[in-house]
């Protein structure tokens, strides 16, 4: 808190620190300093209510992530490449700053999803050429 000087300079100053005198929602008398300006905190003054609602609107945006712009293409997941390179350009836009670190974790999971995919098409595809391998008749090699 800030303190106040009350009195003169002689041995008895003393020294008050200042306080809001507002209550808070539970009952409990505000610990905040005031303002310079005024005997209240930021979040007691009744002239900064406006100051207040625009604060809280900012802060309550600021954790959001960015979206990417409307136009946006679809990433295109169709081979390992093709998410190699989105996981690229991903972590280069992360890393300008223009693409929210939680808008990459997803990215990244639905990368990882497709790709998990893409394993079990292989994986389907190799039982089958084997089903196929097997039930061709052996040639005898001489």
Avoid at 53 to 63: E, H, I, Q, Y
Avoid at 94 to 115: H, M
Wanted: hydrophobic share 30%.
């Amino acid at each position: 808190m800030e303190p106040m000087t009350v009195g003169s300079n002689s041995p008895t100053t003393q020294t008050v620190l200042r306080q809001c005198p507002a209550f808070t929602t539970e009952g409990k008398a505000c610990s905040a300093q005031p303002q310079a300006t005024s005997p209240y905190c930021f979040w007691h003054d009744p002239e900064k209510e406006t100051d207040r609602k625009l604060a809280v609107t900012k802060g309550g945006l600021s954790g959001r992530p960015r979206p990417m712009p409307v136009d946006t293409p679809n990433p295109d997941l169709r081979s390992p490449r093709d998410v190699i390179e989105l996981m690229q350009n991903t972590t280069g836009a992360v890393l300008r700053g223009e693409l929210s670190p939680q808008l990459a974790n997803s990215a990244a999971y639905n990368a990882t999803v497709a790709l998990k995919a893409m394993e079990i098409e292989i994986s389907d595809r190799l039982e089958k050429l084997e089903r196929n391998l097997k039930s061709q008749p052996k040639k005898v090699m001489r």
